[in-house]
Structures are given as structure tokens and as C-alpha cells.
């Protein structure tokens, strides 16, 4: 398969370097999307959300994930993955299977064992 059309999916620095860095390979349709509560949360003092507008970075901003929001930003599903950073959304088996096992998820612990959000919060708290 050759990859044409990449969706990230979530926020953070992550997924803003990595958007950068897909974009200076000039082989991709990068497709950015995010959250309110990733928008307005701050990476080193600054809202993520001006940090995609400095880096000049495309974005979609969805509350609520579904296919039918997903394929009004791309339709073609053919030749195409998807990269979670963090996501704020649960994916369903709809968006998972449109994604022909192609829906990768980057999470900083253990899964299944500490899956959800706040992965490094609980890990600091239990003191592991």
C-alpha cells in the first residue's frame, strides 16, 4: 500500500512535530485533528492552539468524532492511515473499520493495563 492521506488525531507537541516533519517529506495530505480541550491546553506556557497557527499548521477542530465528520474532511479511504497522540475521543468500531486496520494509537503506557487519559498523571500518583 502506498500512503497517501495521513490523519493525526489528538494534540500536544507530538503530533505538531510529527505533522512538521510529515509535511517536509512533501509526499502526504496531512489532515490535523484535534479538540477543544486539546486547542486550549498549554504546551511550555503557550495554547496549543497558537502554536498550530505559528507552525502554520492545518487544523479540524471536532467535539464529537464520527465517520460522517471524518469523511466531509476526506473521503478517499483508499491508501490512507490514521495516527492517535492522545486522542479525546474513544474510536468506534465504524471509524476503526473504515480505516482498514490502518489506526494506530501512540499512548505513553501500558495498554490495556492503564489505558485513558491521564496515563502519566495516575503513573506519578501511584508512584510507579
Partial sequence: MKI???FLF???SLISEFYLYLQSLN?????LITSKRHLNSKID??????LL???KIKYYKIDKLDLKKIKNIENNFRDIIGISFGAAWIFNNEIINAFNNNLFNVHGTRLPKNK???GFSWQILMNN
Fill in 45 to 50: 506556557g503557550v495554547l496549543f492552539s497558537d
Fill in 53 to 55: 497557527k505559528k507552525n
Fill in 116 to 118: 485513558g487519559g491521564g
Fill in 10 to 12: 489528538g494534540g500536544g
Fill in 4 to 6: 497517501k492521506n495521513i
Fill in 27 to 31: 509526499k502526504f495530505q496531512i489532515y
